[in-house]
């Protein structure tokens, strides 16, 4: 079998590795990787592929800093042509990025099987690109991996168990990640005594519906500083969010860094004391590694986090941030139940594609 990977953006360098590594394990089973490029800064792209032994990609097709529509255009056109001159048995994609969405539409056009690893979440908010890219991914999918109950149950609730797809529910592939890397982290970051970190809150914001209104960017900007006088926050910021932060009226008293890699970042979630993030894997992160979080949201795909307390949804209003932050701290909180199956994903998705 001959599996060709589509991938582009920093979250699916860490969910490629799982994956990468288990059909290493497989002597029948070939990877051709394609990076759309479209994250491409060394600590966006390069620093993941280093550090996680992922296999470096096959082709780089250099598309990236586009208009959506111009984006996925120009990568549907340069993944046609890697697809036709490699003649894969089937195409991975991950998630709900541009990258993602290109990867299959190419792929199904040329009856290529796509299997779509994350499907079925929902945001149910149309205006986010990524639930675009999710929900046409998921229709054209062949197999249609889930991390979760709920991502099966809005599968179904579209319609799917009447379709020829093939659905399972796998668990979330990052945490077969966050396990296996937490276990070298402490030896290869020193983040955590680099800066003195000590007591934090560990905060990312890269979503557009953040970064490109000034006006929430500069509520968030706010609830943060206040955040910062009483418990240090720190920030690896997204080059999105660097490219804004300058044009706001209201000016960072916090740490800011460049974004860091994943040993730091595992690092990072190991020893802080609450995460506050857009981002859809770092909520799941800070789970894994038990601490609360405080998403920049108003709506999550990973709603069990929100329903078991773990997780609670604040939006971009700097009063609700503040409110959040005050009472989370003060819960006890049980991070003893599996939401995200048993960190054994990425083989079950493998000898899934063998069976069929
Ligand atoms: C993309 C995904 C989003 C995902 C995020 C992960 C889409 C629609 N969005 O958003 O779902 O959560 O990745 O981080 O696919 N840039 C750099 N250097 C880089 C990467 C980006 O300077 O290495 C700049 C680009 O030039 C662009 C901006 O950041 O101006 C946004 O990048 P883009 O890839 O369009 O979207 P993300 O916000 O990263
Ligand atoms: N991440 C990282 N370095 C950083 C910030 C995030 O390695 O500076 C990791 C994070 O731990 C998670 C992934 O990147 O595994 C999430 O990516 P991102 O937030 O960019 O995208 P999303 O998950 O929202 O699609």
Request: proline content about 3%; charged content about 25%; overall charge neutral.
């Amino acid at each position: 079998m001959k599996i060709l990977t589509v991938v582009g953006a920093r979250p699916q360098f860490i969910k490629a590795a799982v994956l990468s590594r288990e059909i290493s394990k497989h002597e029948n089973i070939s990877e051709v990787i394609i990076h759309t490029g479209q994250h491409f800064d060394k600590n966006m792209s390069d620093i993941f592929f280093e550090e996680m032994e992922i296999p470096k990609p096959d082709y780089n097709l250099e598309v990236n800093s586009l208009s959506h529509g111009a984006m996925t255009g120009r990568m549907l056109e340069k993944i046609e042509n890697a697809i036709i001159k490699e003649k894969p048995n089937l195409v991975v994609v991950y998630g709900d990025t541009n990258s993602t969405l290109a990867g299959a539409l190419t792929a199904k056009k040329l009856n290529i099987k796509v299997a779509h690893i994350e499907a079925g979440l929902r945001s149910f908010n149309m205006e986010m690109p990524e639930e675009i890219n999710r929900v046409l991914t998921d229709r054209i999918s062949d197999f249609l991996f889930c991390p979760t109950e709920t991502s099966v149950k809005n599968l179904l609730n579209e319609g799917f168990n009447s379709s020829n797809a093939n659905m399972h529910n796998v668990g979330d592939i990052m945490l077969d990640s966050a396990l296996f890397y937490s276990k070298i982290s402490s030896k290869k970051s020193k983040i955590i005594q680099n800066l003195d970190l000590c007591d934090f809150a560990l905060c990312t914001i890269h979503r557009e519906e953040n970064t490109d209104n000034p006006e929430r960017l500069a509520s968030i900007i706010n609830a943060l500083n206040n955040i910062n006088n009483h418990c240090k926050v720190i920030v690896p910021l997204h080059p999105r969010t660097k490219k804004k932060i300058n044009n706001i009226k209201v000016k960072p008293i916090f740490k800011i860094i460049e974004p860091v890699g994943y040993f730091d970042i595992i690092e990072m979630l190991k020893h802080c004391k609450i995460v506050l993030t857009d981002s859809g894997g770092l909520q799941k992160e800070a789970y894994f590694f038990g601490k609360p979080c405080i998403t920049l949201r108003k709506e999550t795909e990973w709603i069990e986090l929100v329903e078991k307390g773990f997780n609670k949804l604040a939006g971009h209003d700097s009063q609700t941030i503040l409110s959040s932050f005050n009472e989370l701290l003060k819960k006890n909180m049980d991070f003893n139940i599996k939401l995200y199956g048993d960190g054994k994903t990425g083989e079950r998705i493998i000898n899934i594609l063998i069976e069929h």
